[in-house]
């Protein structure tokens, strides 16, 4: 095969290969085995560049730094705020005067019921959130009876309010008293053997007259509750002789008999 008929890869292919060869041959000969480290001379080694002297310089009048005092860099809005100095921190006012007044604890919400010390309307608070009226102030934690609030200050524990039992008006008490049923007087009974009533003179018997209605009585002052129990007791008496009166009456006339055309 000549050399012109070879192709471009059987040619690298060969390069490579005569490259190692000569390579290996070079390292049984001792090739990279004679390196040795220089020996120490200072005045070989590169000089560090000098660095030039400064003067020393403080600070300069406070004129100079009247932008940082204007737009200060610390602040989001890059304008001045009010700050005290340690000592004056208490004439502060507090802005966090509110009281715990309901604690609302589910499966799926945590929130507590404020209402500020002096009155007015409540706000509502979530576990992880702060109020429109108190955004520095934060629910951390809650209990069925206690919430703790984070702020500037620290934090800061809200007991529950409980009623104590002062205070406030008694219930009102009625001042009518419960109207006594009137007993009705129960006739004999009419059958076919009950006696006939005679009528006198042949005038016909003349339907008994309603009884009077009963005037409202006039408003009377409010009454006790010993008041109020004994006329309850007064009408349960007024029943059972309601009762024992009927009982009497249905002994006294028996159900008429009726014989069996039958028999």
């Known amino acids: 095969m000549s050399i012109e008929s070879t192709g471009p890869r059987t040619l690298l292919l060969a390069a490579v290969t005569g490259w190692t060869v000569l390579v290996a041959i070079l390292a049984q000969a001792g090739l990279g085995s004679r390196i040795t480290p220089l ?9 560090l560049p000098a660095l030039p002297k400064t003067s020393p310089q403080g600070m300069g009048v406070l004129g100079q730094y009247t932008e940082f005092t204007q737009r ?25 005067d509110y009281v715990l007044t309901s604690v609302l604890m589910t499966p799926g919400l ?20 702060a109020a429109n009226a108190a955004p520095q102030w934060k629910l951390v934690d809650l209990q069925p009876r206690a919430a703790v609030f984070e702020g500037p200050e620290g934090r800061r524990t809200l007991e529950l309010r409980v ?4 205070g406030g008006q008694p ?12 007993p009705v007087p129960v006739g ?31 408003e009377q ?12 007791r007064k009408r349960i008496e007024a029943r059972r002789a309601q009762m024992r009166q009927q009982q009497k009456g249905d002994e006294a006339y028996p159900p008429a008999y009726t014989p069996n055309p039958n028999q």
Not at 163 to 166: I, N
Not at 192 to 202: E, R, S
Not at 224 to 232: K, S, V
């Open 39 to 47: 020996a120490d001379d200072p005045a070989g080694a590169a000089r």
């Open 72 to 96: 200060p860099p610390f602040y989001e809005s890059r304008r001045p705020q009010p700050f005290y100095l340690t000592g004056d921190a208490d004439a502060q006012p507090s802005g966090f």
């Open 110 to 129: 945590h929130m507590a019921i404020l209402q500020p010390s002096q009155g007015g309307e409540g706000i509502r608070i979530k576990q992880g959130e």
């Open 163 to 166: 009623f104590d039992g002062t």
């Open 171 to 182: 219930p009102s008490v009625s001042g009518t008293p419960p109207p006594v049923p009137v």
């Open 188 to 218: 004999p009974p009419t059958g076919g053997n009950a006696p006939a009533q005679p009528i006198a003179g042949g005038v016909p018997a003349v339907p008994p007259a309603k009884p009077a209605q009963p005037q409202e009585p006039a």
């Open 221 to 232: 002052p409010a009454m006790t509750t010993e008041q109020q129990m004994e006329a309850i």
